[in-house]
């Protein structure tokens, strides 16, 4: 984490050393384009099915208490049986009959794995491209809002789950630059649009997107949970 924010640092550098008004604009599109990266993500993640014969239903439907010793042995067994992926597809699948688990969840488990594998490697390549005068600012400008929308997603996500959020996240919310909970909320009452999670500005596509791949006989209800 403190290399990810030390190249952050170093992105913004980049930007303010060479001002330009293009930057506001391209500010605005890395916005864009990072919340319609939450939302093909989202879309794919609830779709996906989960790994066959792994048990992973048990833990979804699990009857009793999720504090108890029982249910951690279980989910630390179950989880043992698959890859990264399915684990992350499964938490989104188990997100939705319980919403508010994910509100709960630490900072560095929401965007631990992103940070990892893309927002990190992304970053650092930004910062060589960046001061080898390869990119003009506005460009590191709209690359940086794309970064941080990206890493972050997750912890967006999870903040419309949550009652008390740090006031940077109220103060973007006032100005348009995340969505409320009550429009995610419109996510959760169908599973079949809006599935942006940042500011969702591109829900509209997403939209359109998702229902031309239902006509085509894909992203199937059975998807949305573990199977026997």
Same mark, same amino acid.
């Given at each position: 984490?403190?290399?990810?924010?030390?190249?952050?640092?170093?992105?913004?550098?980049? $930007?303010?050393?060479?001002?330009?008004?293009?930057?506001?604009?391209?500010?605005?599109?890395?916005?864009?384009?990072?919340?319609?990266?939450?939302?093909?993500?989202?879309?794919?993640?609830?779709?996906?099915?989960?790994?066959?014969?792994?048990?992973?239903?048990?833990?979804?439907?699990?009857?009793?208490?999720?504090?108890?010793?029982?249910?951690?042995?279980?989910?630390?067994?179950?989880?043992?049986?698959?890859?990264?992926?399915?684990?992350? $597809?499964?938490?989104?699948?188990?997100?939705?009959?319980?919403?508010?688990?994910?509100?709960?969840?630490?900072?560095?488990?929401?965007?631990?794995?992103?940070?990892?594998?893309?927002?990190?490697? $992304?970053?650092?390549?930004?910062?060589?491209?960046?001061?080898?005068?390869?990119?003009?600012?506005?460009?590191?400008?709209?690359?940086?809002?794309?970064?941080?929308?990206?890493?972050?997603?997750?912890?967006?996500?999870?903040?419309?789950?949550?009652?008390?959020?740090?006031?940077?996240?109220?103060?973007?919310?006032?100005?348009?630059?995340?969505?409320?909970?009550?429009?995610?909320?419109?996510?959760?009452?169908?599973?079949?649009?809006?599935?942006?999670?940042?500011?969702?500005?591109?829900?509209?596509?997403?939209?359109?997107?998702?229902?031309?791949?239902?006509?085509?006989?894909?992203?199937?209800?059975?998807?949305?949970?573990?199977?026997?």
């Amino acid at each position: 984490m403190p290399l990810f924010l030390l190249s952050l640092a170093g992105n913004v550098l980049a $930007v303010l050393l060479d001002p330009s008004w293009w930057a506001i604009p391209a500010l605005l599109v890395g916005w864009y384009a990072a919340d319609l990266a939450s939302g093909l993500v989202h879309m794919y993640m609830d779709y996906r099915p989960c790994p066959a014969g792994k048990g992973l239903d048990a833990l979804y439907f699990y009857p009793g208490s999720r504090e108890s010793e029982a249910y951690k042995l279980l989910w630390r067994e179950r989880m043992s049986k698959v890859g990264p992926l399915d684990r992350l $597809v499964y938490d989104f699948k188990n997100h939705h009959p319980r919403p508010n688990a994910l509100g709960r969840r630490d900072l560095w488990r929401l965007i631990g794995s992103t940070v990892i594998l893309a927002a990190l490697p $992304v970053s650092l390549l930004l910062n060589a491209t960046a001061y080898a005068g390869l990119l003009p600012g506005w460009a590191a400008a709209g690359g940086l809002a794309l970064i941080v929308g990206g890493a972050f997603a997750q912890y967006f996500h999870g903040s419309l789950h949550r009652e008390r959020n740090p006031w940077i996240v109220t103060a973007l919310r006032r100005c348009r630059l995340l969505m409320t909970p009550a429009a995610h909320q419109l996510h959760h009452d169908t599973l079949q649009r809006d599935f942006a999670t940042n500011c969702g500005w591109s829900n509209p596509l997403v939209n359109r997107l998702f229902l031309a791949l239902r006509r085509r006989g894909m992203l199937d209800d059975s998807g949305l949970e573990p199977g026997a």
